[in-house]
């Protein structure tokens, strides 16, 4: 599917960018995908509560083909289904089921992670227990000959 096409079709929306990734493309506005190309369709991200109007639409899911497994179908993507036909004629309320995909987006948006704290071994622990550092050096011994 042209990406201009896809930036006038969701214009009513706002501005989005088009990138390809993983043999389609993600439809992008505010650093979030909130769509995805696949096929020559267009796929909106959903949640347990915008579902049921896709299926009242007769919409399906996402499904995506195994690549090492050309024509074994995968599984069902539950995050996309497909956009309903009547709403690429209807630009206004492609742009409502537009941003309601989008808030889902944003809603379901990742946090970014913390670096993991480190796990310190048995022996730091042991000597952070005892008070003891475990840089702390030991008395340097003397030589049997120089007792």
Do not use: C, N
């Amino acid at each position: 599917m042209d990406p201009d096409f896809i930036r006038e079709l969701f214009a009513a929306f706002g501005p989005v960018t088009v990138r390809r990734m993983f043999g389609g493309s993600g439809i992008w506005s505010g650093g979030l995908m909130f769509a995805l190309v696949f096929d020559g369709a267009i796929f909106l991200k959903v949640d347990e509560a915008s579902i049921p109007d896709f299926e009242r639409e007769g919409s399906r899911p996402f499904v995506y083909t195994r690549a090492k497994s050309p024509g074994r179908v995968g599984r069902h993507s539950l995050s996309y289904w497909r956009l309903p036909e009547r709403l690429y004629d209807d630009p206004d309320e492609l742009a409502v089921w537009a941003a309601r995909a989008h808030a889902v987006a944003e809603r379901k948006k990742l946090p970014s992670r913390a670096p993991a704290p480190r796990r310190r071994s048995e022996g730091a622990e042991r000597a952070k227990q005892t008070g003891r550092s475990k840089q702390t050096k030991r008395p340097k011994q003397t030589k049997r000959s120089e007792r």
